[in-house]
Every structure is written in structure tokens, then in C-alpha cells.
């Protein structure tokens, strides 16, 4: 199975959750079991797994991660975007996640993100299923 998810971010730097979205694309294919692989094809967006419970851990995460990364530093790279791009790195493009009975086998506390450094934007989530 092969989509696209669209993921429309409203911020500069924003956490969304796309776990719900991943699943009904799963759903929709009739996938029971299998990997699902999800990868952001942008160089100033990541993906990440973490709690979804609390909405203040990704508000700590996204103020840890501006700290560590600050705006103002003497990057070469002209777009001015160079944070972005860091940022994106270090969380990384891709997922691998099990499917079984046709739900992403998360733990009990866990959401998928995806992690917009550089909005807002229209963006894009590839989603594999083998
Ligand atoms: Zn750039």
C-alpha cells in the first residue's frame, strides 16, 4: 500500500499529531498486519514517537529543541532557514512502526508526530505498508 498523508501546519515550529490519520489510511486498505513505514520527504520537517497523553511534553520537547538550536547563530546557508534544517536532522525523516489487527502497535502513551521546523507549510507524510 502506497499514500500520501497531507499535514497543513499553522506554526513556525508545531508538533501535529498524525497517528489518527495514519491509522484510518491502514483501515481504509484493509491492512491487518505488517510495518508501516512513514517518511517525510522535506528537509525542514521530521517525524517523531512520543507521548500523546500530555500536550505539554511536545511544548517541552519544541522548547529543549529552540534552545539547543538557536535562531541567531552565524549560519552560512543563505536561506536563513538553517535551524530548520538541524532540527530536522536530529529527529530524523522516518518511522517503522508494526501493524497488527489493523492498528499501529503503539504503547499505551505513544502518538506519532509529525514535526514542523520551518511553517507554516503544506506538507506531505509518505506511507508505506509491507
Ligand atoms: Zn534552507
Known amino acids: 500500500m502506497k499514500r500520501t498523508l497531507p499535514v497543513k501546519t499553522k506554526s513556525k515550529t508545531e508538533f ?5 490519520a495514519v491509522e484510518d489510511a491502514i483501515r481504509s486498505q484493509g491492512v491487518d498486519e505488517g510495518i508501516c513505514m512513514l517518511f517525510v520527504p ?3 520537517a521530521a517525524i517523531t514517537i512520543n507521548e500523546s497523553a500530555d500536550p505539554s511534553v511536545k ?9 539547543m538550536v538557536p535562531w541567531k547563530e552565524a549560519y ?7 535551524p530548520a534544517h538541524i532540527k530536522a ?13 489493523g ?4 504503547g499505551t502513551w505513544q502518538g506519532v ?4 521546523f520551518d511553517g507554516p507549510r503544506s506538507r506531505k ?3 508505506r505498508l509491507v
Open 16 to 20: 501535529v499529531e498524525i497517528t489518527g
Open 42 to 44: 522535506h528537509t525542514t
Open 59 to 67: 511544548s517541552d520537547i519544541l522548547m529543549v529543541l529552540n534552545k
Open 76 to 82: 552560512r546557508h543563505l536561506e536563513g532557514n538553517s
Open 89 to 101: 536532522s536530529i529527529i530524523g525523516a522516518s518511522e517503522l512502526i508494526a501493524v497488527e489487527g
Open 103 to 106: 492498528r499501529l502497535k503503539l
Open 113 to 116: 508526530f509529525f514535526c514542523e
Open 125 to 127: 507524510v509518505h506511507i
